[in-house]
Structures are given as C-alpha cells and as structure tokens.
C-alpha cells in the first residue's frame, strides 16, 4: 500500500493498488471492503503525540465519516465552588494596597458562593507569604491558597530581591504541599500602578487570584485528586 505523509496527514490509497501492504502500521482489513480511504492525523497543541484521528471511507460518491477521539481535556469550573475551603496570606507591607486586594478576593469568593470556608493570615511581608502558604498547605483543611502582597520599586535593589523570593516561594509552597498556591502578588514601578491594580482602572488582581484559585481548586478536586 502506499503512502503519502506530509504536516503530519497521511493519506492512504485503494487496496486495489497496493504494492507492499507492510509499509503501513494499520491492517489493511480496516480498508477491505472501501474502493478508496484516507486517515488524517490531527496533532494536539496540549499533548505531544496525542491529536485527534479522522478516517473516512467513500462508497458510490458517498461518504461517511468515524472520529476517534485520542486526547481528554481537563479543566477547572469556576460554577461549582461549594465546599471548597480556602485561605489568603495577606503582606502587611503596602497596606493600603494589600488590605484593597484582600477584600477584592472575598467579593469574588463570595460571589462564587463561598463565604464562610475562607481564612484571612496576615504576614508582615511578601518575603514571608511562601513559609505561610506551604505551611498551610500542608495542613491538609485547604483546597486552595491566595498569596496577595504589593512590592514597589525603590531606589535600591531590595526591590528585586523581595520579588523574586516571593515569587520562588509562593511557586515552592504549591509544589512542597501540593495545594495550589496563587501568586497575588503586584510588582509595581510606582504607587500609582499599584493601585490602578487594586481596585482601579486596571482592575482588582486580588479577585483574579481568587477566581484562579476557585478553578484550581475545582480542577484538582474533580480530576486530579490523587
């Protein structure tokens, strides 16, 4: 049987012509009974090799068509937040800008319905918000944890100093526990940015966080519990 193979479709001739039958991985008794068959091959942008398979035979100028499925798409819902407990680790530093987006995030929890399951624990900085989380991950009573905290540049480097260890320990406390820990943290150039981002015209980015953590939690409890 020959083939043609290009930008990953393969198409497949009559039986009628076939030359070495061995040359393709498919039996040719898929193909017995079909004048002419093709098989396209789809590729998936999520998984490699996985893609989605489409054979088609055609008899008397009439087609039909058998969709396999090959790849399972997983995600989280934001619609079912009901029994899911979660907690926010607030930086103290930056106040004004933290507390906006503390209560940014309970609006959006309890929009989702939930309410009473949230735990609010403060922490003096965003140096300290990783420490916190993973510990309160590992507690095991949460399904997801928000770490909100705003650091703003200065005229030295400790700017980058606190970013980037916050960054690494909010990533550190969701893989050391693993529960998921959301980075709510701003990383502004001046106040004004800041608070564009909490609760300005730029939105509030603790109820983004909220809203992630809603979704992760969902998708870890309804297809990756372990």
């Known amino acids: 049987m020959s083939s043609f193979a290009a930008s990953n479709t393969c198409f497949l001739t009559s039986p009628k012509t076939t030359t070495n039958p061995k040359s393709l991985p498919l039996k040719s008794t898929l193909f017995e009974s ?18 989605l398979v489409h054979v088609a035979t055609e008899r008397k100028d009439v087609a039909s068509f058998a969709q396999t499925l090959a790849v399972r798409e997983l995600e989280g819902s934001v619609t079912k937040a009901q029994g899911f407990r979660f907690a ?16 940014g995030a309970l609006d959006t929890f309890k929009k989702y319905s939930v309410e009473e399951d949230i735990d609010v624990i403060w922490v003096p900085g965003c140096f300290e918000l990783g420490v916190v989380a993973q ?37 550190s406390s969701g893989l050391n526990s693993g529960v998921p820990c959301i980075f709510g943290v701003l990383t502004c150039d001046d106040m004004d940015q800041a608070i564009n981002r909490a609760g300005g015209k730029a939105g509030n980015k603790g109820a983004e966080a909220a809203l992630v953590a809603i979704e992760m939690a969902s998708l870890f409890e309804h297809h990756l519990k372990l």
Do not use: Q, W
């Not at 098989?39 to 998936?44: A, E, H, I, N, W």
């Open 34 to 51: 079909s004048p002419s068959s093709f098989l396209r091959f789809s590729p998936s942008s999520s998984f490699t090799g996985a893609g």
């Open 135 to 171: 510990r309160l991950g590992k507690s095991g009573k949460y399904h997801a944890i928000v770490c909100i905290g705003a650091v703003i540049r200065g005229d030295t480097s400790h700017y980058d100093a606190v970013v980037n260890s916050a960054s690494s320990g909010v990533l």
């Open 88 to 103: 926010i680790v607030v930086a103290r530093f930056n106040e004004f800008v933290t507390r906006r987006l503390m209560e």
